[in-house]
Nanobody, 115 residues
Framework: QVQLVESGGGLVQPGGSLRLSCAAS????????MGWHRQAPGKQRELVARITLGGTTTYDDSVKGRFTISRDNAKNTVYLQMNSLKPEDTAVYYCNAVRINIDYWGKGTLVTVSS
């Protein structure tokens, strides 16, 4: 079992920045990958960014060059640095971890981009 707790969401103006954090209940060394997904109202949940055990990162085209995923193994935490935020980035952001083909999810943190 892996418990994931997100933090760092909130209200930000267009062009602003936020950093999301996801704290895992166990060492992230044992996880195949960790990532961030988001779900906007009326839309399906979509992958935003992922980082594998080996450090390979993947980004959705809509966030490339603006978002950066990283991890701190000592703190069992994964981050999502979000810059140049746009209104269309508004969504609930969920942390995800994969271990032996099993998905684990956090409860989500709301990001609202609005003036």
């Amino acid at each position: 079992q892996v418990q994931l707790v997100e933090s760092g969401g909130g209200l930000v103006q267009p062009g602003g920045s936020l950093r999301l954090s996801c704290a895992a209940s166990r060492s992230i060394f044992g996880l195949d990958s960790m990532g961030w997904h988001r779900q906007a109202p009326g839309k399906q949940r979509e992958l935003v960014a992922r980082i594998t055990l080996g450090g390979t990162t993947t980004y959705d085209d809509s966030v490339k060059g603006r978002f950066t995923i990283s991890r701190d193994n000592a703190k069992n935490t994964v981050y999502l640095q979000m810059n140049s935020l746009k209104p269309e980035d508004t969504a609930v952001y969920y942390c995800n971890a994969v271990r032996i083909n099993i998905d684990y999810w956090g409860k989500g943190t709301l990001v609202t981009v609005s003036s």
